[in-house]
């Protein structure tokens, strides 16, 4: 009984760090570029924009994982910029509230399991 009781508060402390998205501009790893920021995040974190700039990147995501504008952001590519998204294994992708001026979303599905 008290081994069940010790594994349950474990996963249960566990939780919040599972659900806390990234924010770029943030801390490390999220202190350089966005890109850095998505490539060192965990299949199904979210990445959270929170800056109103305009955004000097074509960010790609290879893994699923939610990119979104942070709360009360309106985040924007400089334009002709592409977001990437490669579809390599099951998950959701996900890409809300971010501005692509005069270019575009592009998605490319590499897995038959996907």
Do not use: F, K
């Not at 009781?5 to 924010?23: D, E, F, K, N, Y």
């Not at 202190?31 to 490539?39: M, P, V």
Request: charged share 5%.
């Amino acid at each position: 009984m008290t081994i069940h009781r010790w594994t349950l508060a474990i996963a249960l402390l566990m939780l919040p760090a599972l659900s806390q998205a990234l924010v770029w501009p943030g801390a490390a790893p999220c202190n350089t570029t966005l890109q850095a920021c998505i490539n060192s995040a965990s299949a199904g974190a979210t990445v959270e924009i929170a800056s109103n700039a305009t955004i000097d990147e074509s960010p790609s995501l290879t893994i699923p994982l939610a990119l979104q504008a942070a709360s009360g952001y309106a985040p924007q590519l400089l334009a002709g910029r592409v977001i990437t998204v490669s579809i390599n294994s099951a998950g959701t992708y996900a890409v809300e509230g971010i501005v692509v001026q005069r270019g575009y979303i592009s998605v490319t599905h590499n897995s038959g399991n996907a």
